[in-house]
DNA sequence: CCTGTTATTGATCAAGTGATCAATAGAGTT
DNA sequence: AACTCTATTGATCACTTGATCAATAACAGG
C-alpha cells in the first residue's frame, strides 16, 4: 500500500503559487462561502502548509477581499461581453435581465450577499464590494444612455435608474437563494418593472423578443 | 470606592429571565449583528453567567433563529398595522413602498441580510427565514389583490408578483446598506417600477399623492 | 425553621481561528 | 561544488467559540 507520507511541496515561482492560492480561494468561496476562506482550508485544498497561505497574503481579511473581486470581476466582465455583441440598447437590456436571472450564476449571488455582511467587520472587503458595485452600474448605466441616445428610452436620471435595476436584480437574486419556488416569470415581470422605469414601450425588454444569436 | 465585585444575580423566574435574554440578544443583532450573538456576549449583558444563557436554549443557533425571527415579525407586524388603517389599495401599496424605503428600518434590513448567509449553516434559521419571508409575501399579496378586486390594478398573478415586488425591496434596501449615495428619488423610481408590474396607472403609486393621516 | 427544587455560577473542555517564526531544503548562480 | 536566496514547513501562541456540569444558593412550600 502506497500511504501518503506528508511530502513536502514542490518548491514554485511566487507568481505560480500566489495564483494557485487565489483559485484554490476562488472554489472554496463558490462552494462554501467567503466565511470558509481560512488559512487552513486553502492551505489544505492546495496541498500545502497553513504558514505557506499567510506568507503570500498580509492578513486573511485581505485574500477574502482579493477573493471577492475576482469572482465578481469576473462576472460581471462575462456579462459585458455578451452584451457587447448585441448594437440594440433595448436588446442589450433586454438580454442583461434574462441572463441575470438565468439562476446559473447563484453561487456568485451567495458571494455577494455574504460581501455585504462580512463588509462590516472587513473593511477591506467593504472597499472591493464599493468599488464591484460601481462597476456593475458602470455597466447597466451605459446600456441606459444608449438607450435614450437611440430614442428608446427615456428618462432624465440614467445613473440613478441603473441603480435602481442593479439593486432589483441583487433583490430577487437574493431571494431565489432562498426560494425558488411560488415565483413564476421572474424576467416577464422584471421587464415590464425595468419598461416602466426606463420609460420603454411595453414589451420592448421581453426576453422572448430577442434575435437568435 | 465602591468596586463591583462580582455579585450572584438575582433570581427570576424562568419566563422573566427568558425574555431578558431574547431581549438581549435582540438588541446585540440589531446593533452588532446576528453574528454577535454568542453565549458571553447575550450573557454579559444580561448581567449573567454565559452558562445560564446556554440553560434557557437548546443551543447558539437556536437562539439566533429566535432573535431573527421576534426582529423581522415586529417589523411585519408593524408595517401591516400601518397599512391597515388606509382603505385604498393603492394608497396602501404606496404608503408600503414609501414606508419600506424610507431608511428608517436599516438595522432590519442588515439582520435579513446577514440571516441570508447564515442560513446556510444554521437550519433552524433557514426555516425561520422561509417563515417570514411568506408573512412579508402574504401582506403583499394581500394589497395586491385587493387592488385588482377594486379595479386598480390588474395582473393574472398576483402571487408572483407580490414575491417580485418583495425582492426588489430587499434588494435596494440591502444596497442602501452599502451604499446611500448616488441614488434619487428610490421611492419614485420603484413606484413607477411597480406600477408597471401590477398594471396600475402611471402616478397611481406615487408617494407624494398620498393623503395625510 | 427546615427542606427540596432549581436558578445560577464559573471553571473546564475540545475545537477552531489568525498570526508568527525559527528551521529546513529546493533551485538558481557563480 | 559551494553558496545564496527564499519558498516552505509546522509547531506554537493567544483568542474565541459552544457546550457541559458539579457546586452553590436563593426561594417556596411544608
Same mark, same amino acid.
Request: glycine fraction near 8%.
Given at each position: 500500500?502506497?500511504?501518503?507520507?506528508?511530502?513536502?511541496?514542490?518548491?514554485?515561482?511566487?507568481?505560480?503559487? %500566489? @495564483? &494557485?492560492? /487565489? #483559485?484554490? !480561494?476562488?472554489? $472554496? =468561496?463558490?462552494?462554501?462561502?467567503? +466565511?470558509?476562506?481560512?488559512?487552513?482550508?486553502?492551505?489544505?485544498?492546495?496541498?500545502?502548509?497553513?504558514?505557506?497561505?499567510?506568507?503570500?497574503?498580509?492578513?486573511?481579511?485581505?485574500?477574502?477581499?482579493?477573493?471577492?473581486?475576482?469572482?465578481? %470581476? @469576473? &462576472?460581471? /466582465? #462575462?456579462? !459585458?461581453?455578451? $452584451? =457587447?455583441?448585441?448594437?440594440?440598447? +433595448?436588446?442589450?437590456?433586454?438580454?442583461?435581465?434574462?441572463?441575470?436571472?438565468?439562476?446559473?450564476?447563484?453561487?456568485?449571488?451567495?458571494?455577494?450577499?455574504?460581501?455585504?455582511?462580512?463588509?462590516?467587520?472587513?473593511?477591506?472587503?467593504?472597499?472591493?464590494?464599493?468599488?464591484?458595485?460601481? !462597476?456593475?452600474?458602470?455597466?447597466?448605466?451605459?446600456?441606459?444612455?444608449?438607450?435614450?441616445?437611440?430614442?428608446?428610452?427615456?428618462?432624465?436620471?440614467?445613473?440613478?435608474?441603473?441603480?435602481?435595476?442593479?439593486?432589483?436584480?441583487?433583490?430577487?437574486?437574493?431571494?431565489?437563494?432562498?426560494?425558488?419556488?411560488?415565483?413564476?416569470?421572474?424576467?416577464?415581470?422584471?421587464?415590464?418593472?425595468?419598461?416602466?422605469?426606463?420609460?420603454?414601450?411595453?414589451?420592448?425588454?421581453?426576453?422572448?423578443?430577442?434575435?437568435?444569436?
Amino acid at each position: 500500500m502506497s500511504s501518503t507520507p506528508p511530502r513536502r511541496a514542490v518548491r514554485k515561482a511566487p507568481s505560480e503559487r %500566489a @495564483a &494557485e492560492i /487565489a #483559485e484554490a !480561494a476562488r472554489e $472554496l =468561496a463558490l462552494e462554501r462561502g467567503l +466565511a470558509a476562506i481560512t488559512l487552513r482550508s486553502v492551505a489544505a485544498r492546495v496541498g500545502v502548509a497553513s504558514g505557506l497561505v499567510a506568507h503570500y497574503q498580509p492578513n486573511v481579511d485581505a485574500l477574502v477581499a482579493d477573493t471577492f473581486a475576482t469572482i465578481v %470581476a @469576473a &462576472e460581471t /466582465a #462575462e456579462v !459585458a461581453a455578451l $452584451l =457587447a455583441r448585441l448594437p440594440d440598447p +433595448a436588446q442589450r437590456l433586454a438580454l442583461l435581465l434574462d441572463t441575470l436571472l438565468d439562476g446559473a450564476r447563484l453561487d456568485v449571488t451567495a458571494v455577494w450577499v455574504e460581501a455585504w455582511t462580512l463588509g462590516r467587520r472587513n473593511e477591506a472587503l467593504a472597499a472591493s464590494v464599493r468599488v464591484q458595485m460601481d !462597476a456593475w452600474q458602470a455597466v447597466l448605466q451605459d446600456v441606459v444612455e444608449a438607450g435614450i441616445a437611440a430614442g428608446q428610452f427615456e428618462t432624465p436620471d440614467a445613473a440613478s435608474v441603473a441603480w435602481q435595476i442593479l439593486g432589483m436584480i441583487d433583490g430577487l437574486n437574493a431571494q431565489a437563494l432562498v426560494r425558488w419556488d411560488g415565483v413564476n416569470d421572474r424576467g416577464v415581470h422584471l421587464a415590464r418593472a425595468v419598461e416602466g422605469m426606463v420609460g420603454a414601450a411595453r414589451g420592448a425588454l421581453v426576453p422572448g423578443g430577442l434575435p437568435q444569436a
